[in-house]
């Protein structure tokens, strides 16, 4: 949302479908650019994904009809790798965006850290 406040993109994309319990993450992100104040207008949502890979995949034919001069990938710093590798897999010419690392808390990083490892190197050897 910061981005798009700052001017530095012009519409925001949610991607996500729906997990373990509804609501899906795109809809999840969309209600909170809402509630930030987001215009309407410039929220999109992708709401069938349950993988990165899909996640960048399925929002391919929306940013096509958006034609953005640029697209900004925002995610976690710890799942940038992954993402960065995936989006290059799948042709998506993308830069990416992530909080600062000391906004994310041990444990999240403890979490994750271990799990992303592996996920890269499954998608170094496309297994995912």
């Not at 795109?26 to 996640?55: K, L």
């Not at 399925?58 to 096509?64: G, S, V």
């Not at 444990?107 to 995912?128: D, G, P, S, Y």
């Amino acid at each position: 949302m910061a981005l798009f406040k700052a001017g530095s993109v012009d519409a925001i994309l949610g991607c996500g479908g729906v997990g373990r319990y509804p609501p899906s993450e795109a809809e999840v992100i969309a209600q909170i650019c809402r509630d930030d104040g987001i215009p309407e207008a410039a929220v999109f949502q992708e709401n069938r994904s349950t993988t990165t890979r899909e996640n960048l995949s399925f929002a391919q034919p929306i940013l096509a009809k958006l034609a953005p001069s640029k697209v900004v990938i925002v995610t976690d710093p710890y799942h940038a790798p992954r993402v960065a590798l995936i989006a290059r897999q799948t042709g998506l010419r993308a830069t990416i965006e992530t909080p600062q690392a000391k906004q994310i808390g041990p444990r999240q990083w403890l979490r994750h850290i271990l799990r992303e490892t592996f996920a890269l190197a499954a998608t170094v050897l496309r297994l995912r």
